[in-house]
């Protein structure tokens, strides 16, 4: 079993739609929790950064951390076609610990 | 440039032959990373450097693959007698703080698709 699990999609929407994805985790060290926007081609583009459980929102992002059950999630709002590419969702432990594991990323396509 | 910049973006190198990447870190990042993506897969750690100091390599997946960063901005990558198992995009990333013990996060450049014949 990987450390993350993450499903590949892919997963199709109309525009407009509320999109959820999310990711699980065994390793109890996690303590940062990212989600990277990776279109094709391209580098991995950070969108939220989270530390511990809870929620953060940046405009039509949501993420969730559930640290408890080990899940976190990544809400998008209202998506657009601009919004179609690959998230990564992305962890690291605290203090010296700085090497992200990633999940092997959902492919978003948004449907004009 | 205000990202990080990788060079060259494509590579087409025959198996046996000698490569490297090149990463120009944002300025002022203390913290470079190297990762590997393999297709439809996740980012895989290789390497970190604090400035010049390389303080971990325990993800170079055989000794054909060195890194170095000789004056703490600039980083390469060499892979020696490449095998078409190291066909892969192979990202590099930087960050402002000194690795785990900062909260400053990872930024990516586009990477280097490398295949290998």
């Known amino acids: 079993q990987k450390e993350v699990e993450q499903d590949p999609g892919p997963l199709s929407v109309p525009e407009g739609a509320i999109v959820s994805l999310n990711c699980t985790y065994s390793?109890?060290?996690?303590?940062?929790f990212m989600w990277y926007r990776q279109y094709s081609r391209k580098g991995p583009e950070l969108l939220m950064y989270t530390y511990s459980s809870g929620n953060k929102e940046d405009g039509r992002f949501t993420a969730q951390v559930d640290k408890s059950s080990k899940y976190i999630s990544l809400f998008i709002r209202d998506s657009q076609p601009s919004d179609s590419a690959t998230y990564l969702c992305a962890m690291r432990g605290g203090g010296s610990n700085y090497k992200l594991t990633f999940g092997k990323g959902t492919l978003l396509t948004v449907n004009p | 440039g205000a990202g990080v910049s990788q060079s060259p973006r494509y590579k087409v190198a025959k198996r046996g032959q000698d490569v490297a990447l090149r990463c120009d870190p944002i300025s002022g990042h203390v913290s470079l990373f190297w990762y590997q993506q393999a297709l439809g897969q996740g980012p895989e750690f290789l390497t970190y450097f604090q400035n010049e100091a390389q303080l971990d390599k325990s993800g170079l997946p055989s000794d054909r693959f060195f890194a170095e960063r000789p004056e703490g901005s600039v980083s390469t990558l060499k892979i020696q007698r490449t095998q078409q198992e190291d066909s892969a995009v192979y990202l590099c990333?930087?960050?402002?703080?000194?690795?785990?013990?900062?909260?400053?996060?990872?930024?990516f450049g586009d990477g280097t698709r490398l295949s290998i014949l």
């Open positions: 390793n109890s060290a996690f303590q940062y």
């Open positions: 990333a930087s960050s402002l703080g000194t690795g785990g013990w900062s909260n400053q996060p990872q930024h």
